[in-house]
């Protein structure tokens, strides 16, 4: 009787060490869950826009749109969609400008 008394309180020890350890892993995915989350949301309070005046100079016609403050590109940057939507002429220029991806890999548009 003595053997079974001992092998019942050995197995609860394992259970209760087998509990903690498993608490212990959900904590920390629990912990990688909000440190991803707060991650993102230092990214997105890093976006800031500004209303900016734009003029078409072969029409002299104005017109305000929201422009996003340091984007990180190196350069002044307008996306073709916009450009198409508002009625923009582009030209095109004799050196082509290369774009980088933040991974510094060219980017293929």
Do not use: C, H
Not at 88 to 107: A, C, G, Q, R, S
């Amino acid at each position: 009787m003595q053997v079974s008394i001992l092998n019942k309180e050995e197995s609860k020890k394992d259970r209760k060490i087998i509990l903690r350890e498993e608490k212990a892993k959900k904590e920390e995915r629990e912990r990688k869950k909000i440190e991803k989350v707060r991650k993102v949301e230092r990214e997105l309070l890093r976006e800031v826009t500004v209303k900016i005046r734009l003029e078409r100079v072969d029409i002299q016609e104005k017109i305000t749109v929201r422009s996003l403050l340091n984007s990180g590109a190196t350069e002044l940057v307008i996306s073709p969609e916009f450009t198409k939507k508002q009625w923009f002429k582009l030209k095109k220029i004799e050196k082509p400008i290369y774009v980088k991806n933040v991974d510094k890999t060219f980017n293929k548009e």
